[in-house]
């Protein structure tokens, strides 16, 4: 009988080791990416917001077919700015029709990379939204 109560206990000192070493794993790959919302020093496009806005101006192609429709509106997109300043994960949170939300979520993939945001002192992911506005003339 206490043979066995060995053995049992062996596997459950097993188990425990590896349920730990899992979760320090996870937590640290979460430390590693996690995003944030607000941070200390927020990420910036080069040259500041009047400089995205022109970017914005500049690249947008508003869509033909919208344009004969007479669509306008705003388009949300939610996206990452990684520790490197690159974009990632855009994504059309308020959708107002699929030529312009796939119009909007091109030109915020095609920006050029931005000042990374801060926590620390350090280099953060972190989360942005930016309204891209479609109006007709």
Not at 51 to 75: H, R, S, W
Not at 77 to 102: M, Q, T, Y
Request: aromatic letters at 8%; proline letters at 7%.
């Amino acid at each position: 009988m206490k043979i066995k109560m060995t053995t049992r206990m062996k596997a459950l000192m097993f188990m425990l080791a590896l349920i730990f070493s899992f979760a320090t794993t996870e937590t640290q790959a979460q430390k590693k990416t996690k995003v944030y919302d607000i941070v200390e020093v927020m990420p910036q496009y080069p040259g500041g917001m009047q400089e995205l806005m022109q970017y914005l101006a500049k690249n947008i192609k508003y869509p033909p077919k919208a344009e004969k429709k007479g669509i306008e509106g705003k388009v949300m997109i939610n996206f990452i700015v990684e520790k490197d300043g690159s974009i990632s994960n855009v994504k059309v949170v308020r959708h107002i029709h699929p030529l312009l939300d796939k119009e909007a979520e091109r030109v915020i993939k095609a920006m050029p990379k931005w000042s990374p945001g801060k926590q620390e002192g350090k280099p953060v992911r972190v989360k942005f939204n930016i309204p891209v506005a479609f109006r007709l003339k």
